[in-house]
């Protein structure tokens, strides 16, 4: 039996449908959601978030098919400056996992492997200025040497001179095979950590989304992803041997040549890396403005070319164009200041370290002169500065590209701060029991505050019934399948499936139970194979090819270049309106749910293919299910064992078709006459 509440109403809201890379159409009540910022406030953390679970993206390290996770309860930090130390021992658990696993194994030996050969690498680096200071001193002496062609000091030059190649070769093939070797374990963080936040994405409410551009979001997860891959390589290959290397180069300055060198080179040091810190903080304010900018325009690009076609229908290429333009344009700028900064940065290094140099030239000349040095000396000193000048060169750009980093890693790590507003529930439906009742019980709820769209709407479809609904545009007759499906939560009230609040549902169990035809079907740019098998993708090939003779859908595809291979293009653009719902609905066949959702499934189809597929309808695809068809068209659901008529957010006539058609001024019987006042 069906529960009818009857109340006054409010004036219809006029719904204008808006194409987003969703399976539902969006109204104008949800439009106020599309085109916020992309980055809203509030979405810091605290270091409370550092406990959150993320059970849920968990991965066994002993599966093949999944990226490698050393910290799956963890949660991705904000960067912040108080919590950057934070993110560097977040990316730290990568490199030296805590786990006993054999994955994990393997990336410590790799990380040992790497870390002796940079340790290598530095210490064949600090020995070539002394091989130099050994080859000219020995060259200076040999002429006042009375020796013969086979005396032992003739082929000393020489073999410092082969030496001196032997050190640089081995030093840059030890560079070489690290990069090599490390980059599996880069690869391997990159990839669990993009899984994560993709994943993640998949975790948030529809609301998220909606508030987001599509396009932004990938350009931040690529920018974060590559950001990884440099600041793990900056912590375990860079910053250590770089202070290592800065430390033998001061102390052997200041054992070998006195104190007054040794201050000259800590004064150089000291300011150049002042500098350096200073300049690159101001800089990283510009940079964070400029990736801002760079996901705006980005997000404008992908957000006209979805909509090529709606571009093309009102002639309004230039006035895409413009608007790309302007977004250009405030990029154009905030690149310039970052080169301008960029150019200052560099030009004060240079300054800063020129003087050093010059300085400690001058003294180890007037050392010489005094006869307290030797020009093999002079070329020891000459080499450790720019010995000296290749670390200090490398700090300079590191922390700036680090703190770049951080700051492309930032945005990316803020969307791992974001949790869902809805809590998942525990309880699981029965998976083979009789089909599934459906009630809604006092249910109100608008997609903005003091708008409401359901208005203590009430209503029950009991199992295994065909149950239709009708409505004027705005009634909330699509409102309630984004319920139904726990994309939004009601304002209040209850929706139960046999008697279960869907919110102690697990979302898993609640989407497994229903399957969905929607009213604006996108698609995957894959085959049409691939997007008929989406529904259930453990299907069989006779199965996904009797979903497609079920939905009428076999007879097209026989007449495709490629047959069920065919790419069907980006949101199946190259399908015909009606073909991409016979593509819904042979998804929704496979899906094989206890609970079946027509949300105005055959409104792009014709008169003929229509009735086929009702007929198959009623004889296969809802028998033994619970059946939902929303409907514009009432010769589709005339049928059906009940139809539910809504107004203004409420249900306000139920019944048979015959039945309902006997209300006087009823308002199923006054659509009913209007659409066949024609025929």
Known sequence: MLTVVRQRHMHPISRIQLRIASSFPLSIEQGNFVFSRLYPSGN????????????????????????????????????????????????????????????ARKIKKRVVISASLVILSKALTIQVPFLFKALVNQMSTLPALEVSVAAPEVYIPFALVLGYGVARFTANASNELTNAIFSTVAQDTIRSVAYRVFNHLHSLDLKFHLDRQTGALARTMDRGSRSIDYVLRAMAFRVIPTVLELGLVGTIMARSYGLEYALVTLATLSTYTAFTIMITQWRNDIRREMNKLENEAAGKVIDSLMNYETVKYFNN??????????????????????????????????????????????????????????????????????????????????????????????????????????????????????????????????????????????????????????????????????????????????????????????????????????????????????????????????????????????????????????????????????EKQRVAIARAILKNSSIIVFDEATSSLDSETEADIMEEFKKNITANKTALIIAHRLSTIQDTDTILVFHRGQVVESGKHEQLLQIPNGKYAEMWARQHKNL
């Open 44 to 103: 810091r953390l605290s270091r409370s978030h550092f406990r959150a679970p993320w059970s849920q993206f968990a991965h066994s390290t002993s599966s093949k098919s999944q990226p490698y996770d050393p910290s799956p309860n963890g949660i991705f930090p904000d960067c912040s400056q108080e919590t950057t130390q934070q993110i560097l021992r977040f990316l730290l658990r990568h490199l030296w996992p805590k786990e006993k696993s054999e994955q």
């Open 317 to 578: 290429e230039m006035h895409e164009a413009k608007q790309y333009d302007v977004s250009l344009q405030g990029y154009q700028k905030a690149a310039l200041k970052t080169q301008t900064s960029l150019s200052l940065l560099n030009a004060g290094q240079n300054g800063i370290f020129s003087i050093g140099l010059t300085a400690i030239m001058y003294m180890a000349t007037r050392d010489i002169m005094e006869g307290t040095l030797t020009v093999g000396d002079l070329v020891l000193v000459n080499g450790l500065l720019f010995q000296l000048s290749i670390p200090l060169s490398f700090v300079g750009s590191m922390y700036r590209e680090v703190r770049q980093a951080l700051t492309d890693m930032e945005t990316m790590f803020t969307l791992g701060a974001i949790t869902p507003q809805m809590t998942d529930g525990t309880l699981q439906l029965p998976s083979n029991s009789s089909p599934h009742g459906l009630e809604f019980e006092n249910v109100r709820f608008g997609y903005r505050p003091m708008h409401p769209i359901l208005k203590n709407m009430s209503f029950k479809v009991p199992g295994n019934q065909t149950v239709g609904v009708v409505g004027t545009s705005g009634s909330g007759k699509s409102t309630i399948l984004r319920l139904l499906y726990r994309f939004y939560d009601p304002e209040q009230g209850t929706i139960k499936i046999d008697g279960i609040d869907i919110r102690d549902l697990s979302s898993d169990s609640l989407r497994k139970a229903i399957a969905v035809v929607p009213q604006d079907t996108v698609l995957f740019n894959e085959s049409i194979y691939y997007n008929i098998k989406y529904g259930r993708l453990d299907a069989t090939e006779e199965e996904v090819y009797e979903a497609a003779r079920v939905s009428q859908l076999d007879q097209s595809i026989k007449h495709f270049p490629d047959g069920y291979n065919t790419i069907v293009g980006e949101r199946g653009l190259k399908l015909s309106g009606g």
